[in-house]
């Protein structure tokens, strides 16, 4: 199964990726949905990623930013399935990556912005949700750790929220065009640690296979994908790519 995979990825005109959180669980950040996922383990937690209740519920916002400012953002680096994607990337076998995650990672890997889609936003900024204004994740924290329980933006006094996409909150028009075009151009997407329920991040294989494009989809779990994929692989992330992508390399001499 993954010698065909391998080929497509050779062969193909234009390779879009699309992750999801089970990409970044093996450098040591739950995803919500899988076995040890924050939502699995932890139901009530999901409240913290709505924006209804972070803007009317400051105890919603005080615990969201005590959980960031316990994170000790440099024991979070990537882990082989971010490598790898890279990797493919120098190879010229990658040509959009679109990732539902916030961390990060794929940048720091070594993915470029330029190929990079980060949909739901980033954590590694925030926002005010009233005039916009945005500054660095860790000169809010500091203020976190400092003592300020909810901080509020120096400009204007709005909330102020980590740079990403809250559920119930729109997502950006041009980074959703831009996931779009890489669906409706690609002739192969792969899609990797996402449980493909989050819409409209959800449609973009469907959008894909309509314009045409095989579907691989890797994930350690069922997706609702798995019955119209041209490929599934049940695996680590981590694993998975990393064989791919040495396929690749051979082939490609
Ligand atoms: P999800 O939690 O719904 O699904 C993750 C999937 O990955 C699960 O099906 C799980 O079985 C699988 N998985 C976990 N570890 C894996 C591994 N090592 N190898 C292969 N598969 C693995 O995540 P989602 O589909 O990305 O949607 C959740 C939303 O939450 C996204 O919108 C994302 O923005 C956000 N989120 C981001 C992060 C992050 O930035 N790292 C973490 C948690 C949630």
Redo the contacts with the bound molecule.
């Keep these: 199964m993954l010698d065909e995979v391998v080929d497509w990825v050779v062969e193909a005109e234009q390779v879009a990726v699309l992750t ?3 990409v ?3 450098s040591g ?7 040890n ?2 939502w699995t383990r932890e139901p009530e937690a999901e409240r913290l990623s709505s924006i209804d209740a972070y803007v009317s519920d400051p105890e919603v916002r005080r615990e969201a930013w005590q959980r960031r400012a316990a994170i000790d953002p440099s024991a979070i680096r990537p882990n082989p399935a971010h490598y790898a994607l890279a990797e493919l990337e120098q190879l010229g076998r990658l040509h959009m990556l679109v990732t ?4 990060g990672l794929h940048l720091d890997a070594g993915t470029s912005p330029e190929r990079l889609v980060e949909i ?1 936003g980033t ?1 590694r900024a925030a926002a005010c949700l009233s005039c916009g204004d945005r500054q660095p994740m860790e000169a809010v924290l500091e203020r976190v750790r400092a003592g300020e329980a909810d901080p509020r933006c120096d400009g204007c006094g709005g909330l102020v929220k980590s740079a990403t996409i809250s559920f119930g909150q729109a997502l950006e028009p041009t980074e959703l065009q831009r996931a779009h075009d890489a669906a409706v151009g690609c002739d192969l997407m792969i899609t ?7 819409y409209p ?1 959800a449609m973009l294989p469907q959008t894909a296979q309509e314009a045409g494009a095989r579907l691989v989809v ?4 069922e ?1 609702p994908y798995d019955g119209r994929a041209d490929a599934v692989v049940r ?4 694993e998975v790519l990393t064989a791919i992508v040495a396929g690749v390399r051979d082939r490609l001499g």
């Design positions: 999801g959180a089970g970044s669980t093996a950040i739950p995803d919500f949905r899988g076995p996922g924050l539902q995650n916030v961390d739901h954590a990797v640690g996402t449980s493909l329920v989050v991040v890797i994930n350690a779990e997706t695996g680590d992330a981590g």
